[in-house]
């Protein structure tokens, strides 16, 4: 299990989680530089995470895309987000062992951190609800190359028994046909500590697609054992359009 514990709705999927992360996780999570962050970024999925509000109050261009925001856009997310940001926090305590705590000294400031991120997504959701956009991956609203990077935490990988490797497969094609870039994090499914099992063959598959993938270490690790990102780029500019 993740560390946050909301089911988003995501109908045969299974338990889909939504969390807030803020830019300070997402820089170290996809170590992102000051000059990734002047980019057109997609946050797929967004989630109730701070870091598209956090990124435009600095004057970014960041679009979130979550499939819960389908319904009433991103209001319902948002007007729970808080609340479970604090019950993802009840679970990480319960399971302290599970985390390195260094990122967040304590559950504590793990609390603090991701409550404080929720608030930041339900006040900017609200005031630009046009950077929050409903959308089902393995297949999004967006005109191809629309954005620079294309940034996707914790889904992909994550839910290994939930997300065949076709979906897998479909998704990161599709991500890539809307991005140039791609960074996915993390790498290791919940309640493991070992990379997701079929890695290696989806990237040979992907090498197939004309998808060239690299996993980089990144300096961050909250869940143990999870400290890696992929980045994925188009090999060559067929890859992303069959
Ligand atoms: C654990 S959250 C991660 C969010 C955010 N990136 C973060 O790190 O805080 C997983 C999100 O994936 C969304 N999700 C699940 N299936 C999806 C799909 N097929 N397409 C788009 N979003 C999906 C859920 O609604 C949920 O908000």
Not at 12 to 29: H, K, P, Q, W
Not at 51 to 60: K, L
Not at 82 to 107: I, K, L, M, S, T
Request: with cysteine.
């Amino acid at each position: 299990m993740g560390d946050s514990t909301s089911a988003s709705g995501t109908g045969g999927f299974g338990e889909i989680l939504v969390s807030s992360r803020s830019l300070d996780e997402y820089r170290a999570m996809f170590a992102l530089s000051e000059q990734d962050l002047r980019r057109r970024i997609l946050d797929c999925p967004g989630s109730a995470a701070g870091f598209t509000a956090e990124v435009c109050a600095r004057g970014g261009d960041v679009t979130a895309c979550d499939v819960a925001y389908f319904g009433d856009g991103s209001a319902k997310v948002a007007a729970t987000a808080v609340a479970e940001a604090e019950r993802g926090n009840d679970f990480v305590r319960a399971h302290a062992q599970d985390y390195r705590w260094e990122f967040f000294a304590d559950p504590d400031a793990h609390r603090r951190a991701r409550s404080e991120s929720a608030r930041q997504f339900a006040a900017h959701s609200g005031s630009h609800p046009q950077r929050y956009v409903p959308g089902r991956l393995p297949q999004l609203p967006f005109a191809d190359n629309s954005v620079d990077l294309v940034l996707s935490s914790h889904l992909l990988f994550c839910y290994a028994d939930d997300l065949d490797p076709e979906f897998h497969r479909r998704a990161i094609i599709e991500l890539l046909r809307i991005g140039t870039e791609l960074r996915v994090f993390p790498l290791v499914p919940i309640g493991s500590r070992t990379p997701y099992q079929r890695l290696r063959a989806l990237i040979s598959e992907l090498a197939d697609d004309g998808v060239d993938c690299r996993v980089v270490d990144v300096d961050y690790e909250f869940q143990v054992g999870a400290a890696q990102m992929l980045m994925c780029r188009r090999a060559r500019e067929s890859a992303t359009r069959s």
